[in-house]
């Protein structure tokens, strides 16, 4: 069956520190990926995505991610954290048709100052 | 433009009451149209599709059901709500063949 995992529940790194959320799933064909964005009280907003190509995917706000086949990754990158990248952060992976999306259950992320 | 609307943003109701959350599109036709739910600490589980007028598909068995009366309207319904179906409720759209789909703002529903 198709699943997503997110490894950290919650990480805190300091503002202008470097950041990496971790993503692995489990599907049987050439996924589509995504990260999404959610702030407190909000919907979700689309970071980046992949479906096929370059497995360097760059994104908005600065974040990128990296598809690696051999350990079924998408882990979200970003070189300097701002604060205002606080939020919870979840990965998807399309499930087939529909673009019925399976998510991980998410990582929250607190920036220091 | 396309737009997603949802609404209320925030509902308390009692337990045994009935609950309408409704969705609506604007700016595109015959869009494909999700309910996810987000249940505390977890992630996003999908609740229903519909890739046309009347035509829904259910993921989980649930106290919950869902219709779509008009191309871009989607309705999240319960007769009696239980205490489990707190949580927050999201829709979201897609174009036919599209590659993304787009979220509205949510919905908070605590039933106490």
């Known amino acids: 069956a198709q699943s997503v995992t997110q490894p950290d529940i919650h990480i805190t790194v300091s503002e202008g520190a470097s950041l990496e959320l971790r993503c692995n799933y489990s599907?049987?064909?050439?996924?589509?990926l995504f990260w999404y964005v959610q702030s407190p009280g909000q919907g979700l907003q689309l970071l980046l995505k992949?479906?096929?190509?370059?497995?360097l995917v760059q994104g908005i706000k600065g974040f990128e991610a990296e598809f690696k086949r051999s350990q079924s990754s998408f882990n979200l990158r970003k070189p300097s954290v701002h604060w205002s990248d606080a939020a919870e952060y979840f990965c998807?992976?399309?499930?087939?048709?529909?673009?019925?999306?399976?998510f991980g259950a998410g990582t929250r992320l607190a920036v220091h100052p | 433009s396309q737009t997603i609307h949802q609404w209320p943003a925030t509902l308390v109701q009692p337990v045994g009451s009935p609950l309408s959350l409704e969705c609506t599109v604007e700016?595109?036709?015959?869009?494909?149209l999700y309910w996810y739910r987000q249940a505390a600490g977890r992630g996003l589980q999908l609740l229903f599709y519909?890739?046309?007028?009347?035509?829904i598909s259910s993921e989980v068995p649930q106290n919950l059901s869902a219709s779509r009366p008009q191309d871009r309207q989607f309705i999240l319904s319960s007769k009696k709500l239980l205490l489990s179906d707190s949580g927050f409720y999201l829709c979201?759209?897609?174009?036919?063949?599209?590659?993304?789909?787009?979220f509205g703002q949510g919905t908070r529903l605590t039933v106490v």
């Open positions: 979201a759209w897609e174009n036919r063949g599209g590659t993304e789909a787009f």
């Open positions: 599907y049987g064909a050439t996924p589509y």
């Open positions: 992949y479906f096929s190509g370059d497995t």
């Open positions: 998807a992976v399309g499930a087939g048709g529909y673009n019925k999306l399976i």
């Open positions: 700016g595109t036709s015959n869009p494909n």
């Open positions: 519909s890739i046309g007028i009347d035509q």
